[in-house]
């Protein structure tokens, strides 16, 4: 298995950024895949995730800004990220979904890339 992220980068305050992650090593369109972010000093963040049916979520905080989706013939799933506060500077990773908690609620995951940088700064 293999995730590669790539898009990210400085942006200002209310400006966008499309994250991509190219999959490879497994049957992409069987898969559920998330987006999370990672702050230094603090836990890993569940971000956004995506069924193999197209079927989306989001955490509150970035509901209505955030929009995930895939292309199941590139083996790539998007992150559009849009009016970008500085609270969502950090590095987001790709990951598979191989199952959801109930308690604590959220997602388990399986497969990671390394990560890309997104810093919201002025």
């Known amino acids: 298995v293999q995730l590669v992220e790539s898009g990210g980068g400085l942006v200002q305050p209310g400006g966008s950024l499309r994250l991509s992650c190219a999959a490879s090593?497994?049957?992409?369109?069987?898969?559920?895949m998330a987006w999370a972010r990672q702050v230094p000093g603090k836990g890993l963040e569940w971000v956004s995730s995506?069924?193999?049916?197209?079927?989306?979520n989001y955490r509150d905080s970035v509901t209505g800004r955030f929009t995930v989706s895939r292309d199941n013939a590139k083996n790539t799933v998007y992150l559009q990220m849009n009016s970008l506060k500085p609270e969502d500077t950090a590095v987001y990773l790709c990951?598979?979904?191989?199952?959801?908690?109930?308690?604590?609620?959220?997602?388990?995951?399986?497969?990671w890339g390394q990560g890309t940088q997104v810093t919201v700064s002025s």
């Open positions: 995506i069924r193999s049916d197209g079927a989306t």
């Open positions: 990951a598979t979904v191989r199952a959801w908690s109930v308690d604590p609620a959220g997602p388990l995951f399986g497969s």
């Open positions: 090593g497994f049957t992409f369109d069987h898969y559920e």
